[in-house]
C-alpha cells in the first residue's frame, strides 16, 4: 500500500517535472521570437513615420537620442466678431431732476 502511495507521488512529480520544463522551454521561444517581431515592427514604423515627415505630412518630436517621442501639431487660430446693442430708454417722474 505505502509502496503503491510512493510510486503514485514520484509519478505525478516526474510528469510535472516533465511538463514544466516542456512549456519553460515553449515560452521561451516564444518570447524570443514576440521580441524579435515587435524589434521589427519598431523599426518599419520608424522608416515610415521619417518618411511621412520627408513629405512633409507630419512633424514629429524627438528626444535627446533622436528616437521619435510623439507628434507635434501646429494649430491657428482667427477669432472675428461683432456686437450689436439694442434698448429702449424709459425715464419715470421720480428720476427728473
Known amino acids: 500500500m505505502l509502496l503503491n502511495v ?4 514520484v509519478a505525478v512529480l516526474l510528469g510535472a517535472l516533465i511538463t514544466w520544463f516542456f512549456s519553460r ?3 521561451t ?6 521580441v524579435n517581431e515587435a524589434s ?3 523599426h518599419l514604423n520608424t522608416i515610415m513615420l521619417n ?6 505630412l507630419v512633424k514629429l518630436n524627438r528626444n535627446e537620442k533622436g528616437e ?3 507628434r507635434i501639431i501646429e494649430a491657428s487660430v482667427v477669432f472675428q466678431g461683432s456686437t450689436t446693442m439694442t434698448g429702449n430708454l424709459e425715464v419715470n417722474q421720480s428720476q427728473k431732476v
Do not use: H, Q
Open 29 to 34: 521561444k516564444a518570447t524570443v521570437d514576440l
Open 6 to 9: 510512493l510510486s503514485n507521488f
Open 68 to 70: 521619435i517621442v510623439g
Open 25 to 27: 522551454r515553449y515560452y
Open 51 to 56: 518618411a511621412m515627415e520627408d513629405a512633409g
Open 40 to 42: 521589427k515592427l519598431r
